[in-house]
């Protein structure tokens, strides 16, 4: 199982619309996952929903991601997604071929955003975070900058994004990325020849795809329900009478076969 430590509303959203949100990185606390190389702004083109790997309980995260010790830690499967096929032959400068995704191409061509499916995504979406003295001297194996401009990465571009300072290795952080470029407001609708028209539109207006960035600082990708009848839920140690019972009443309408339970630190931490 992978972990997230969030408030009791967080999670009433994601159990309600049964999604997980992507942030965009460069909103991240870490104010260096929103690097440029280049002229590319790497961090404000990749999104991220970010767990542990720790099956121990992080003090550290409940403070910091868990409402300060109130809220839960939800416990999910490490592939918790649907799986969709993508085979996009529309035009000869649009095409994702014989791809999957865990976004169906409604989701990929949305309003304002363009998300970025990749060969064998399935098996590398989900990774866990390297942790290492410098990013910078780690990551430069995997691009090539011959000039601002000039930018070629290697692989599938969120390789970059699994790696951060050691400082933050008490996050043990698992964590699903996604590339994105900007794309146009109109979105996709079952219509390709449609589509294209209004990209084509879109494209006419300047826009640079190199150092333009999505129109969204977020994106919501939809779970499987049957992940979600087999999470594991947590409420914090610090939480208030009444929590539990809240959590089981959303568990109840929205997860059924979910399991509900106390932190292991509960009563063991004293409130200030």
């Known amino acids: 199982m992978i972990h997230h430590y969030t408030t009791v509303n967080t999670l009433a ?34 999104f991220a929903s970010c767990w542990s790997a720790s099956q121990q309980e992080s003090i550290p995260q409940w403070a910091m991601y868990g409402d300060a010790m109130k809220g839960v830690r939800i416990s999910l499967r490490p592939d918790p997604f ?20 865990p976004f169906s191409v409604e989701e990929m061509l949305s309003p304002n955003i363009t998300l970025t499916p990749y060969p064998e995504m399935r098996a590398t979406f989900g990774r866990r975070v390297h942790y290492v003295p410098d990013v910078e001297t780690a990551i ?51 219509d390709p020849a449609s589509y294209i028209q209004s990209r084509t539109e879109w494209n006419r207006t300047g826009v640079n795809l190199l150092r333009d960035i999505p129109g969204r600082t977020h994106v919501d990708i939809r779970l499987d329900p049957d992940a979600l009848r087999s999470t594991q839920i947590l409420v914090g140690p610090l939480a ?7 959590v089981e009443s959303l568990v109840s309408r929205f997860a059924e076969g979910a399991t509900v339970g106390l932190s292991s630190l509960s009563n063991s931490i004293r409130p200030r």
């Not at 159990?15 to 790497?42: A, K």
């Not at 090539?144 to 571009?157: K, V, Y």
């Open 240 to 246: 208030p009478a009444g929590t539990l019972e809240i």
């Open 82 to 101: 649907i799986w969709h096929p993508i085979d996009i032959r529309w035009h000869e400068q649009f095409q994702f071929i014989d791809l999957q995704a």
């Open 140 to 190: 430069e194996s995997l691009y090539s900058a011959l000039a601002p401009d000039h930018i070629t990465f290697f692989g599938d571009l969120t390789e970059i994004a699994h790696f951060k300072p050691n400082s933050w290795a008490f996050q043990d952080e698992y964590r699903f990325v996604i590339a994105a470029a900007p794309g146009p407001e109109t979105p996709y609708q079952g």
């Open 13 to 46: 959203l994601i159990l309600r619309y049964q999604t997980l949100r992507f942030t965009r990185l460069d909103q991240f606390d870490d104010v260096t996952e929103g690097r440029s190389i280049g002229h590319f702004p790497l961090g404000a083109k990749t």
